[in-house]
């Protein structure tokens, strides 16, 4: 696997010293240079999709809403320092406000952050803080510090949106969301800053709105929406300097240019329109990992009710189901919401263990395989095994539980065990 390569080869070549000084694209400035563009395109193309799928997949509810963010970003990107990077921009189905960059120019920003911006001029600070990051390399020079990764990635977990999986993501997708979600040191943070202000600028954006969103950010990490710490300031804190800094810049280049409230409250209206259907499943989500199943199937039908196209809310159903001991109820939910988002590597992945539960070998493993395809889970790989033992094919089930064993804690235990018991 290619990120698996780079990992291994960006921790010897740290450790050996070797590698060549390259220009930064954005500073201009000096830098140590282990990971070859190439490279670094491949890196970002390669985990784009998968780290997209464990952050909320995509909000493909508003396609028109996608269209926008894009060409908001492609203005924006045409003014960067790397303008010819393969940019690419996605909303992301997740009410945790955030935005993030992979190398190479793939960026995703959360539906739940779209829905606290006030205009197109602050989406075109969130965006074009995230070009930066992706121009001037930044989580590229991160890895070769040796911060980000390191050999032996298989085991590493992450936070997902409810934190069912943590732990259990395996291999190059794991690489994906240590990028996605590291924090970027301050020098980074007023790095991009400081030349995103610039593109907006020079495409023709009021720069004032990115003085405007860094005083938003720090008044609500001070605790006024606790919330927002798990996502956005978890990876670009917040700070009283960033906001003075910015303020200068601002002053020195001069403020004025477009907002566009209109057209961007505009762009956003049904994400507001659903916002009460996305709150009442964020409601049954809780409930349900409070054990509170009949009152965590009221808050999702109510979502469901509201908007019946989202599969996410079928997909939490049939997992509340399934606690609950339905998995007939369970097995009807999870195939309406692998239906409706046939991509998304959950949905595969809580059919197939579901059917599994069923008895349903040949289904499971079907959804397992293509869960596993997008994104590799320690769990898939345990009962792909258990299903090949089942069904006679011995050599199958020892190379899945070989997979399993490297993530380590109970999954892992579990998956020698088994090994050895073959072997015997």
């Known amino acids: 696997m290619l990120s698996r390569y780079l990992a291994i080869a960006t921790l010897t070549l740290t450790l050996t010293g070797l590698g060549g000084c390259t220009v930064n694209p954005v500073t201009g400035e000096k830098q140590l240079s282990l990971i070859s563009e190439s490279q ?77 911006l006030d205009d197109e001029a602050q989406l075109a600070s969130v965006l074009g803080h995230e070009i930066v990051h992706a121009a001037a390399r930044h989580s590229v020079q991160r890895m070769q510090q040796g911060m980000l990764i390191s050999a032996g990635v298989a085991g590493l977990g992450f936070a997902l949106s409810d934190n069912e999986w943590a732990g259990l993501i395996m291999g190059g997708a794991a690489v994906g969301a240590q990028l996605a979600l590291a924090q970027y040191s301050q020098g980074d943070e007023l790095e991009s800053d400081s030349y995103g202000i610039r593109y907006m600028k020079e495409a ?111 997909a939490l159903r049939g997992r509340i189901h399934g606690s609950m001991d339905n998995p007939d109820l369970a097995k009807a939910d999870f195939d309406k919401a692998v239906s409706l988002y046939p991509e998304m590597f959950q949905y595969q992945l809580y059919n197939g263990l579901n059917e599994l539960e069923l008895n349903n070998l040949t289904a499971a493993r079907d959804h397992l395989q293509k869960a596993n395809q997008v994104v590799p889970t320690s769990i898939a790989y345990l009962r792909l095994g258990d299903i090949a033992r089942q069904q006679g094919q011995r050599k199958d089930a020892v190379a899945n539980y070989s997979k399993a064993a490297e993530a380590g804690g109970n999954i892992g235990e579990e998956a020698k065990r088994k090994l050895a018991e073959l072997s015997n």
């Open 40 to 116: 670094e395109l491949a890196l970002g193309a390669e985990q784009y999709t998968p780290t997209q799928q464990t952050q909320g997949g995509r909000f493909y509810i508003d396609p028109e809403l996608s269209i926008y963010i894009r060409d908001v970003g492609q203005k924006l990107a045409r003014v960067s320092d790397r303008p010819d990077l393969p940019y690419e921009f996605v909303v992301l189905n997740s009410s945790v406000p955030n935005a993030w960059a992979l190398p190479g120019g793939k960026i995703a920003i959360n539906r739940g952050l779209l829905a606290e």
């Open 204 to 314: 023709g954006y009021d720069p004032q709105a990115a003085v405007e969103l860094q005083e938003l950010f720090l008044r609500l990490s001070e605790g006024r929406q606790s919330g927002w710490l798990d996502g956005l300031f978890a990876t670009h804190p917040p700070s009283a300097k960033r906001v003075q800094e910015n303020q200068e810049l601002v002053f020195k280049i001069g403020a004025g240019g477009f907002r566009g409230k209109e057209i961007y409250q505009r762009r956003i209206a049904k994400i507001k329109e659903l916002k009460p259907a996305y709150d009442a499943h964020d409601k049954a989500l809780k409930l349900a990992s409070e054990g509170e199943f009949k009152a965590a199937l009221e808050q999702i039908d109510k979502a469901i009710r509201q908007e019946p196209r989202e599969a996410m809310f079928f």
